[in-house]
């Protein structure tokens, strides 16, 4: 089982930025893929951006590319999300996530954190 806590959410005004970091109780450098996603009362959770360990590689989902940036840090066992340029829409339940995979025309994962709210204002 990896416990997976986040940190780093707020409120903050549109245009403006937030990190978002990820703490595991097991070492990153074991779990392929890692992501964020999030979630609000009206949508499904969706998979906002996941990393692979091997190379670096990357996923954005279209809303937020160009704005976010993922990375992780295998050294700290810690995965973030830079948020710039932030948009009233980007409001949500941000959750951490290990042992990502794709499926069905969607991500998900095997194992999620608690969340951490994002909350952007006009």
């Known amino acids: 089982q990896v416990q997976l806590v986040e940190s780093g959410g707020g409120s903050v005004q549109a245009g403006g930025s937030l990190r978002l970091s990820c703490v595991t109780s097991?070492?990153?450098?074991?779990?392929?893929?890692m992501g964020w996603f999030r979630q609000t009362p009206r949508k499904e959770r969706e998979g906002v951006a996941t990393?692979?360990?091997?190379?670096?590689?990357?996923y954005y989902a279209d809303s937020v590319k160009g704005r976010f940036t993922i990375s992780r840090d295998n050294a700290k066992n810690t995965l973030y999300l830079e948020m710039s340029s932030l948009k009233i829409e980007d409001t949500a339940l941000y959750y951490c996530?290990?042992?990502?995979?794709?499926?069905?025309?969607?991500?998900?994962?095997?194992?999620w954190g608690q969340g951490t709210q994002v909350t952007v204002s006009s």
């Open positions: 996530a290990a042992d990502c995979f794709f499926d069905y025309k969607r991500w998900s994962s095997r194992y």
């Open positions: 097991e070492y990153t450098s074991r779990i392929d893929c």
């Open positions: 990393i692979y360990n091997i190379g670096r590689t990357t």
